[in-house]
């Protein structure tokens, strides 16, 4: 009986170590994009409504981006694993009928 209690504490200990390993990274990676678009892409911090790191398939950790002018749209970053940020784009996939204030060109 013992034996089993101590594997399910071990493997609550573990999930709990996961979770708080997952936000660190979540977290990390919000505070970087942010630096990157105050720094690199002048924006101020007006500008930005709000950022969101999420877990998913593909890409591993996208960020969220909503814009103050523009809160009924949602830009995708990813930092590729390697420190540099590219837009994935922004949430509404109709880009030649619409005019995005945020969508990167280069």
Sequence with gaps: MKKVVWFFAILVILLILGYILLQSKLNKLEDDLHSYLINEKNYNEEDIAS???????????????????????????TDRNVGQWVQIGPSDIDIEKRSYKHVDRD
């Design 51 to 77: 950022i969101k790191a999420r877990f998913s398939k593909i890409p591993r950790f996208p960020v969220y981006i909503i814009f103050e002018d523009e809160p009924h749209v949602t830009y995708a970053y």
